[in-house]
């Protein structure tokens, strides 16, 4: 990933690790909060059918005038190892698919003190 584009602290739900840019992603998530905050969930689906909701998601909600999104990844509890979506969501945000649409994101805490969302700054316009 490159260092620029990423807005939160880390993916791995490991309590132990110190978030690395936690004012930041603070920053970012409490912005998206202040208005509409479209969702999409992919929580459950395989990576390749996932990625696509989510081009499809960004590039609607985008050229609908969309400044931030939140999109559900789920904690990858029936991956294999680590998470499988967040690690593709992160993927497809710094790839050039991602970021012609996308300024920034960071991981959102769930309730209980775990990331299963991420919330998607996008760039302005079309």
């Known amino acids: 990933l490159r260092e620029r584009a990423w807005a939160g602290g880390r993916w791995r739900d490991d309590p132990s690790a110190p978030f690395d840019r936690a004012a930041a992603s ?35 909600e985008r050229a609908a005038g969309s400044r931030y999104l939140r ?6 509890l029936g991956s294999p190892g680590d998470p499988v979506l967040k690690e593709a969501l992160a993927e497809w945000c710094a790839s050039l698919a991602g970021e012609q649409h996308v300024v920034a994101w960071a991981p959102e805490l769930a309730p209980d003190g775990e990331f299963g969302a991420i919330v998607v700054q996008l760039r302005p316009g079309r």
Do not use: N
């Open 26 to 60: 603070a920053e970012l998530i409490a912005r998206a909060r202040r208005g509409r905050l479209p969702t999409l969930r992919i929580r459950g689906l395989r990576r390749e059918p996932a990625l696509e909701q989510v081009a499809a998601f960004v590039a609607r």
């Open 71 to 76: 999109i559900i990844t789920g904690k990858g």
